[in-house]
């Protein structure tokens, strides 16, 4: 399975990881009204990359956890990487 480091902007993202860190959780305001948005930084032997969480994603996962993100979608974001679920992606623990 390819690594972190392997991932390109605006292209699909499935990849393998460890959750280092999470940030709190913060209050936003969408198009689609109010929501919660959290970012894990996941990390790999190969780099690090931010997974947006949104919703009740934001509490479901905890550091050190061994994650799986499946379809997911990579995008520049204020010059850094990051993954987010999009539409059909999703994240599956690990052992």
Not at 11 to 32: C, L
Not at 58 to 67: E, L, N
Request: glycine letters at 12%; proline letters at 3%.
């Amino acid at each position: 399975m390819p690594g972190i480091a392997s991932l390109k902007p605006n292209s699909s993202a499935t990849f393998e990881g460890t959750i280092t860190a999470i940030s709190a959780v913060r209050d936003v305001s969408t198009s689609r009204g109010p929501s919660k948005v959290a970012d894990a930084t996941i990390q790999d032997e190969t780099g690090t990359i931010a997974l947006t969480l949104w919703g009740a994603d934001t509490t479901k996962y905890k550091v050190g956890q061994k994650v799986k993100v499946v379809d997911g979608w990579a995008k520049e974001y204020r010059g850094k990487l990051q993954v987010s679920m999009g539409r059909s992606g999703r994240v599956e623990v690990l052992g």
